[in-house]
């Protein structure tokens, strides 16, 4: 990996050192990882919310290779931050680092707008006053909405209908924002779908212990006997069996997006929306049959009503990214469930009971 050219010097830009907020989380894990395999050095800010430092030492047995360093700290501690910046010359900054899902959002929506929003304002400070000027930002499909049928593109207009998802959007107009009137500033914003899997280790997934367990790793629980059934909200909306249709995106496709990612900041000033997912979209049912053929058992599942503001479909086209960038999808759902049901049996208890932070909310 070669250093960074100055800017406006002739040599081309390529980012060494690389910043990531949220680096001990789910998928700022495995983007570490991809990272350091990639020759990049990495830096980790996280407070451990909703993750534990239980990670570092599983990203180095995959990558042979240590993360840089790793801060304890608030994303919305400026001055905490500002200190990261002094010690380390960054090149370019992966925010992963904000409370995620759309229903958690709706009973605690002063922490998601201050930490997603105050902590996004907080970095980008800290980063002007330290001459970073390069920013891949993962935002959600969440910001599209209710949209309707069929994939999603860019050109959908946003309409958030939860804090979380309002908290992306609100981040995303203020980095529109701060591109336009600062033309040192080049931000890729990556509004992906659903996220899971895990690394194929099965070193590296996602921990059933976070907060805002989602439908993989919950089916990987049921899968293993540590709850009893899975609970289907809601089989009566407008699509093929009446489950709920989303867009299950792969982690290490997504992470790889990521990375991708890095080289495309040199390739111009300003704010780049990209649409990232499968651009498929699978039932609630699906999911389950997928993932009963990977672990070899049925499923158990009981139907409960619809959770309020929830939609029918969400799915999203990345069309655009893979003409940009040439990135695309490699991995099935049917790989998906595998790799998350190795993490399960691998790790049954997730990263331990006693792995969590001081720092976790509720
Ligand atoms: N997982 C998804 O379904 C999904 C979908 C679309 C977008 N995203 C976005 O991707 C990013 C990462 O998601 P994830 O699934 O890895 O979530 P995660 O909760 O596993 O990771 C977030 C990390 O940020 C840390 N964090 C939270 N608040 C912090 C604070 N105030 N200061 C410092 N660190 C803090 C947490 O401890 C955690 O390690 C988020 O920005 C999320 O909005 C996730």
């Not at 960074?4 to 060494?16: I, L």
């Not at 651009?279 to 049912?285: N, Y």
């Amino acid at each position: 990996m070669t250093s960074r050219a100055a800017e406006g010097s002739e040599a081309p830009w390529t980012p060494s050192t690389i910043l990531v907020t949220g680096g001990a989380g789910f998928v700022g894990s495995h983007a570490c990882v991809e990272l350091l395999e990639h020759g990049y050095e990495v830096i980790v800010v996280d407070d451990y919310s909703n993750s534990t430092p239980q990670v570092f030492t599983r990203m180095e047995r995959i990558a042979g290779r240590f993360v840089g360093a790793v801060y304890e700290l608030d994303i919305r501690d400026r001055h905490a931050l500002s200190a990261v910046f002094d010690r380390h010359s960054v090149d370019a900054v992966v925010h992963f680092a904000a409370h995620k899902g759309p229903h958690r959002s709706t009973r605690m929506p002063v922490e998601y707008y201050d930490t997603n929003v105050g902590g996004t304002t907080a970095l980008l400070g800290a980063m002007d006053e330290h001459g970073v000027h390069r920013l891949v930002y993962p935002s959600s499909c969440w910001v599209y909405g209710d949209a309707g049928r069929g994939p999603v593109d860019e050109t959908t207009p946003p309409r958030p209908a939860s804090p979380y998802a309002a908290s992306k959007w609100i981040c995303e107009q203020i980095l529109t924002d701060v591109c336009r009137r600062r033309p040192e500033y080049t931000v890729l914003c990556l509004r992906y779908s659903i996220p899971a899997g895990a690394h194929p280790s099965g070193l590296l997934g996602e921990d059933p212990h976070a907060a805002s367990i989602s439908l993989v790793p919950y089916l990987a629980e049921v899968a293993d006997g540590r709850r009893p059934r899975l609970e289907v909200f809601g089989d009566d909306y407008p699509t093929r069996d009446g489950t709920a249709i989303r867009d299950y995106l792969h982690v290490m496709d997504a992470v790889e997006a990521h990375r991708i990612a890095l080289d495309h900041l040199a390739d111009g000033p300003g704010m780049h929306v990209y649409n990232l997912g499968a651009g498929e979209g699978r039932s609630v049912l699906d999911v389950v049959t997928a993932f009963s053929r990977e672990c070899g058992r049925p499923i158990p599942y009981d139907v409960g009503p619809r959770r309020p503001g929830d939609i029918a479909e969400l799915v999203v086209d990345p069309t655009a990214v893979t003409r940009a960038w040439g990135w695309r999808p490699t991995r099935e759902l049917d790989e998906l469930c595998r790799d998350a049901w190795r993490f399960q049996r691998l790790n049954p208890h997730g990263y331990g009971d006693s792995a969590w932070g001081p720092n976790r909310k509720e």
